[in-house]
């Protein structure tokens, strides 16, 4: 590689809820730079959410979070002429980026709401353990525990 590796930026913690996780998942979920309406989609939906299961909203957020949270993946790795799937341990911030994704991912593909619902529904199924989002987790970490067999491989 030539060069020097981009820094990471620093992102500040969001103004309601003064967590750094929760402007991330702002950010991923604004589109066309429009993050005040990003942001009100994000409140009002985990507003709601909160609000269903009576408890404080980034305490639910938190818990969403680490549902749908992988913690083991797999990379391709070729050897000798073959492509390997093996099986790794994800990284905490990848982690926290493939849950973010997978949330905004399974909203988006839901139609006939306002996103506002639509993540709301996410936010309530992740936080039951179900929905799009964990069908998503889940079958990443069925894909690894298939393939633990080229671990060695690693």
């Known amino acids: ?7 990471k930026r620093q992102i500040n913690p969001d103004i309601k809820m ?4 929760v402007e991330k998942f702002i950010n991923n979920l604004m589109m066309g730079g429009k993050k ?13 959410v909160a ?15 680490d549902n749908v ?15 390997y799937q093996i ?7 990848r982690a926290e980026a493939l849950a973010i994704r ?7 593909s839901k139609k006939g709401m306002p996103m506002n619902e639509r993540l709301k529904n996410e936010f309530l199924d992740a936080y039951n353990n179900t929905g799009l989002a964990m069908k998503k987790k889940t079958d990443v970490e069925k894909m ?3 393939n633990r067999a080229f671990s060695h491989l690693a």
């Not at 590689?1 to 820094?7: E, S």
């Not at 005040?36 to 709601?48: L, P």
């Not at 949270?69 to 492509?83: D, F, K």
């Open 1 to 7: 590689m030539r060069g020097r590796k981009a820094q």
């Open 18 to 21: 003064n967590s750094i996780k």
């Open 36 to 48: 005040s309406i990003a942001r009100k989609v994000f409140y009002s939906s985990i507003d709601q």
């Open 51 to 65: 609000s269903e299961v009576k408890k404080d909203p980034l305490d639910v957020f938190m818990k969403i979070m």
């Open 69 to 83: 949270s992988p913690t083991i993946e797999v990379r391709s790795r070729r050897v000798g002429g073959a492509n």
């Open 87 to 93: 099986p790794v341990q994800v990284s905490p911030g």
């Open 102 to 108: 997978w949330i905004i991912q399974s909203a988006r």
């Open 144 to 146: 690894a525990e298939s």
